[in-house]
């Protein structure tokens, strides 16, 4: 566990906390606050699984494990691929295969779709949850594909065969049930 902290003094690190803050992070609060004036405009109901408690623990409960799922994703670039988590910050200098990116190939993705949906759970934002979620996932999920065609041109028949062993997105069953094996790597 100790490398994944000593990344806390790589500068990469840092560049995409800047990033984080002073553009995703406004760009995230922008939607929700706009999906929460469309839910007030269509009068579409907000949602509410059982009461407010369970649904900000709910909320909590996936922001977090969004957040982990980046965090695990993002030390693995940099610890193993010797690089930046960010394409404009710095390419990784070697592939990374292991951890996270064995049981899918952007892991980065879900954690960020988990944390975005219960930040939209967390403000009751149908419009959010159902409309802009889909829309950024589709986004996010359009610029995985481009990226692909750019690290097959990088890392070649090593590229190849790692596409054809892991999945793309959604991890298999069996690799979800060995997650305690893989989070002691």
Do not use: C
């Not at 049930?177 to 790597?185: E, G, T």
């Amino acid at each position: 566990m100790k490398p994944r902290f000593a990344i806390l003094f790589r500068r990469e690190i840092y560049m995409m906390l800047l990033i984080y803050l002073f553009i995703l992070f406004p760009i995230i609060f922008t939607l929700l606050y706009i999906s929460i004036k469309l839910d007030l405009y269509f009068r579409f109901t907000p949602i509410m699984l059982i009461n407010r408690t369970i649904n900000t623990t709910f909320s909590i409960f996936l922001i977090s494990i969004g957040i982990y799922i980046v965090w695990w994703a993002y030390t693995n670039l940099v610890i193993i691929g010797d690089g930046s988590p960010a394409q404009m910050l710095g390419q990784t200098k070697r592939l990374v295969t292991k951890g996270p990116y064995s049981i899918v190939r952007h892991p980065s993705i879900m954690g960020k779709f988990l944390g975005v949906l219960g930040v939209g759970v967390l403000f009751n934002s149908f419009a959010f949850v159902f409309i802009v979620i889909p829309l950024l996932l589709f986004y996010a999920l359009f610029e995985r594909i481009r990226e692909e065609k750019r690290l097959i041109q990088i890392w070649k028949d090593e590229y190849l065969n790692y596409k054809k062993t892991v999945p793309f997105i959604i991890p298999r069953l069996r690799d979800i049930l060995l997650l305690p094996k893989l989070l002691n790597r």
